[in-house]
């Protein structure tokens, strides 16, 4: 039970705020593969997601001082992070996506499905159709393709797997927002792994 | 107990349910037509499925030569 306990985040932060570079460079080795992992789900490429690394941590470096403690410092470090790999995102030039509208839910005039159970269970098993490289690509392609509303909302909560609060408070919007957005996007990359399944069947 | 309850407007309130944010009664309408639905069935199975399948498809770690470029990146800056 004599094991020292590892320093918060919030310690680490105030002591790297006072130049403390090896408090610092504790703080990059504790986030940045999380930081990594998220600026490529929002970026959905490797280069822009090393680049948003990079400026993610550029900018805490710059801005710790700063850092009242209002959030957890997590929290903080996220939002700085989702708008690097935004910034990073938007600078580059793209091939328009073609949206996923096509998925949504289809229903008949009385409300109810207009799939069948089989049709409807298919994206649950497409990790069975496609193999894993292929997924990974497609599984990107489908992020490009969401409205960037219901990206960064999905991103970070479904595949970071924070709070529907902690997601508020990183995109600044109320908490129903969030899970209006997260469910809108759930809707179309469910009907787009589904077609997905079904065209490898 | 609402009549009205179809899959459309159950799928509009499918976040909130799995959330458990819904006042009882309503969440009891969702449940009774689910249970009498396999359309519905299935398609709150995939939606529940969608999440994971998505995380496990993105996951990726850092690759060494990438953590060891941004301590040198951060290094020359802060020089």
Redesign the interface.
């Known amino acids: 039970m004599a094991v020292a306990a590892e320093p918060s985040d919030e310690d680490l932060a105030a002591r790297a705020a006072g130049a403390d570079?090896p408090a610092f460079?504790a703080l990059?080795a504790r986030y940045?593969?999380r930081v990594?992992?998220l600026a490529?789900?929002l970026t959905q490429d490797d280069g822009d997601a090393?680049d948003a690394?990079?400026e993610t941590?550029?900018q805490v470096?710059r801005k710790l001082s700063s850092f009242r403690g209002e959030s957890r410092f997590s929290t903080w470090l996220y939002r700085v992070a989702t708008n690097a790999a935004l910034m990073q995102r938007r600078s580059r030039a793209r091939r328009p996506a073609e949206p996923l509208d096509a998925y949504a839910?289809r229903?008949d005039v009385?409300?109810?499905?207009a799939?069948?159970?089989?049709e409807?269970?298919?994206?649950?098993a497409?990790?069975e159709r496609l193999d894993?490289k292929r997924?990974?690509e497609?599984?990107?392609d489908?992020?490009a393709r969401l409205p960037d509303l219901y990206r960064e909302a999905?991103v970070l909560r479904?595949?970071e797997?924070l709070e529907?609060a902690e997601v508020a408070e990183i995109l600044g919007l109320e908490p129903a927002a969030v899970?209006?957005r997260?469910?809108r996007a759930?809707?179309l990359?469910?009907g787009y792994?589904?077609a997905l399944a079904e065209r490898e069947s | 107990m609402r009549s009205d309850l179809?899959?459309?407007?159950g799928?509009e309130l499918?976040?909130?349910y799995l959330?458990g944010?819904l006042a009882k009664d309503v969440s009891a309408d969702i449940e009774t037509h689910v249970a009498g639905c396999?359309?519905?069935?299935?398609?709150i199975?995939?939606?529940r499925?969608?999440?994971r399948?998505?995380?496990?498809?993105?996951?990726?770690?850092?690759p060494p030569d990438?953590?060891a470029s941004?301590?040198d990146?951060?290094r020359s800056?802060?020089s």
């Open positions: 570079e460079e990059v940045q593969a990594y992992r490529r789900r090393q690394l990079q941590f550029l470096h839910p229903f009385y409300g109810e499905h799939a069948t159970p089989e409807l269970l298919a994206a649950s497409v990790d894993r997924l990974a497609k599984a990107l489908g992020l999905f479904d595949l797997e529907t899970r209006q997260v469910h759930r809707l990359l469910r792994l589904g | 179809k899959c459309a407007s799928i499918l976040a909130d959330e944010l396999p359309r519905c069935t299935a398609f199975a995939s939606y499925d969608t999440p399948i998505l995380r496990d498809a993105t996951a990726v770690t850092l990438l953590e941004l301590l990146f951060l800056r802060r």
